[in-house]
């Protein structure tokens, strides 16, 4: 996730993960810009992390959610790959993303599980003056002592990591707090959204619009 970084080793724990930073640099000097980056982890599928991976991606594939520990299934989708290398990259993506939900739910069934495509050249260049718009609306409305209507939203809002690490889903979070800037928020987000698939275990009214999230902390 955004505050815990990618690719943390229970194992070595004093090693610690790659943050966010760490992930821009990596890209940066690998000098590629990729179809797609995915991430076969936890908790990566955040407004944070998509736009630092869009200097470097057209899309990301991610999950919101934690993952299940057999993560992603490789063999279909990568032999689909190989049968026709010039697949188109949504493609690609939808199937890694059919074939991760479909063997999750055949060897780990009940545990919750999502999986999402987003275009990152639609969301860098919608997302980040809405959410900007959005967090001034609400840091308006706690100066005004509405503060209880900020804190109503957020308190409802779907959380994910069994609510461990305060990271939460946004577009949850804006139609709560109904207001035109939350709206046209959630709005944008849905759109950079391309493909997403969850398991039975999440909220069918959440899952239509909960792939991407943020850290409530960034709301002041």
Known sequence: GSTGGYGYDERFVSAGAMSLAGINTALKEG???FDFVGF???LMATVENALVVSNYADYLIASEET?????????DWLTALGSNTSMDTLDIGKNIIDSFTAACAQTCPGQKTTLSLIDLAELSQ???SELSDFSKDTTDLIQKD???TVSKARSSTR???QSRIDQVDLIDFANKMATQ??????QVLRGAIK????????????CCCCSIFFLAGCVP
Do not use: H
Not at 69 to 74: D, I, N, P, Q, R
Not at 181 to 186: D, F, N, V
Not at 195 to 206: A, P, R
């Open 181 to 186: 800037e939350s709206k046209e928020l959630a």
């Open 40 to 42: 076969d982890t936890c």
């Open 31 to 33: 000098e590629v810009n």
């Open 146 to 148: 509405e503060f209880a």
């Open 126 to 128: 919608t997302v980040p």
């Open 195 to 206: 493909y997403n698939k969850t398991s039975t275990g999440i909220s069918v009214i959440i």
């Open 67 to 75: 993952e299940p520990g057999v993560g992603w299934y490789y063999t």
């Open 159 to 161: 959380e994910y990591a």
